[in-house]
């Protein structure tokens, strides 16, 4: 199935772009742009994005690396600690 028709690529495609990823580097974040850049390609309309995302989350490669999960947590606390006022 075409998932962008300006760029012709097909959901084969992404899924072949998004193993090939994962079994080059199993830490890498997968993203339409680096998938566009993997195919050859750049985004033109950005019509496509909603199935192209829906593509991507269809794949069993897709889980973010269990190294990476819980970031943004870690980051949240660290913008509070800076925030928080020092009583005197
Ligand atoms: S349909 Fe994919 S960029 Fe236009």
């Given at each position: 199935?075409?998932?962008?028709?300006?760029?012709?690529?097909t959901?084969?495609d992404?899924?072949?772009?998004?193993?090939?990823?994962?079994?080059?580097?199993?830490?890498?974040?997968?993203?339409?742009?680096?998938?566009?850049?993997a195919?050859?390609?750049?985004?033109?309309?950005?019509?496509?994005?909603?199935?192209?995302?829906?593509?991507?989350?269809?794949?069993?490669?897709?889980?973010?690396?269990?190294?990476?999960?819980?970031?943004?947590?870690?980051?949240?606390?660290?913008?509070?600690?800076?925030?928080?006022?020092?009583?005197?």
């Amino acid at each position: 199935m075409i998932v962008c028709h300006c760029q012709n690529i097909t959901d084969h495609d992404i899924h072949a772009a998004i193993n090939w990823m994962r079994a080059s580097d199993a830490q890498t974040i997968v993203t339409p742009g680096k998938l566009y850049r993997a195919l050859g390609k750049a985004a033109d309309c950005g019509g496509c994005m909603p199935l192209f995302l829906a593509t991507m989350r269809t794949n069993t490669n897709m889980e973010v690396p269990m190294q990476l999960r819980n970031l943004r947590r870690g980051t949240t606390q660290e913008t509070r600690n800076e925030r928080r006022q020092e009583s005197n």
